[in-house]
């Protein structure tokens, strides 16, 4: 899970199913909301609503000036996909193997499509045009018609596809639990390059100048020449870098399973600063305004300066 800012306000879940809404003006909590499973997605907001997925199978759509329940969608099996909204349409993947298209204002389902095995494709699936793209348990990496669910291509890989993709303007990049991780025509699925790793690529990519970065679970965060797939740098984070990196300014922020938030120059691989928790960090960096904003399994939220990783505020939540 990644906080989402917006207006002033931060939202994030932890991992006891709880959402929380804090003020970043005063540093209140505004209101907090409980599902009744661990919570792994990313919030998303449109339209003063927020939605997000949960442990126990269900889709919320809450008030985001008040926490209030608007609707929910049951699909019964975990969904940790951070809901993608376009055009009035939430798209999010679920543990049950498929994938839904419903109808943002009211919960109403448009339409299902079903993979061969759960789909996790966090933090969100990815919507270029009118396509649909993401991963699934199933090893395939599916592009699908946005308005009608119907499948356009899959790219079939030897391991897993736990993350969601990230678009270029021609590629489309994803990691695989086989070690690789692929580049792929956009319009067509056919592979372009692909890059092996010393473990599995699970970490969502992200591309920024040309550049992709990508985490594996040997502990490396890799830069890669986005046309070429030619690598660039390395560097060890030393835990699990299960997050997405988030990069900003030149610099690329990353969390990892040994509690450390690192920030790496973008360009030479060399860390600017790290900062140390006493949590497991699972969560995703979110940037705004030059600060970096991250939650551990401890329900705690971390607000540390973008260039110094000096500590600006923290909220714990009252019990």
């Known amino acids: 899970s990644a906080p989402f800012i917006q207006d002033g ?69 975990r969904v940790w996909t951070s809901p ?13 193997g498929r994938f839904y298209a419903v109808e943002a204002g009211t919960g109403v389902e448009r339409w299902r499509f079903t993979a061969g095995d759960r789909i996790f494709s966090w933090p969100s699936p990815v919507i270029v045009d009118d396509t649909l793209y993401f991963g699934s348990f199933d090893k395939n990496l599916y592009a699908l018609d946005l308005r009608t669910g119907q499948e356009r291509w899959r790219f079939s890989t030897q391991g897993k596809i736990l993350e969601a993709p990230a678009a270029g303007a021609e590629l489309i990049y994803v990691g695989s639990e086989d070690h690789r991780f692929y580049a792929l025509d956009i319009m067509t ?51 699990l870098p299960h997050a997405t990196v988030a990069v900003s300014n030149s610099t690329v922020f990353v969390a990892s399973h040994t509690g450390f938030v690192y920030a790496i120059d973008a360009e030479t691989g ?50």
């Open 189 to 239: 699925g056919e592979k372009v390059w692909s890059f092996e790793a010393k473990g599995r690529v699970y970490t969502p990519p992200v591309i920024a100048d040309g550049t992709v970065f990508v985490g594996s679970d040997d502990g490396n965060i890799h830069s890669l020449d986005a046309e070429t797939g030619r690598q660039k740098w390395r560097f060890r984070v030393g835990g």
């Open 270 to 319: 060399r860390d600017k600063w790290r900062f140390q928790t006493k949590k497991d960090l699972a969560s995703s960096p979110a940037i705004a305004d030059g600060k970096v904003y991250f939650g551990g399994t401890d329900s705690i939220l971390n607000v540390v300066d973008a260039q110094t990783g000096q500590t600006e505020w923290v909220f714990r939540p009252v019990p």
């Open 9 to 77: 306000v931060v939202y994030y879940g932890d991992e006891d199913g709880r959402v929380y809404a804090v003020d970043i003006e005063t540093r209140q909590e505004k209101w907090r909301f409980q599902t009744q499973g661990r919570f792994f997605s990313t919030p998303s907001g449109a339209q003063g609503v927020l939605y997000f997925g949960s442990g126990e199978g269900v889709v919320y759509a809450v008030d985001m000036g008040t926490g209030e329940e608007l609707w929910r969608f049951v699909t019964g099996a």
């Open 84 to 96: 993608a909204i376009k055009d009035g349409v939430l798209f999010f993947g679920s543990f049950d």
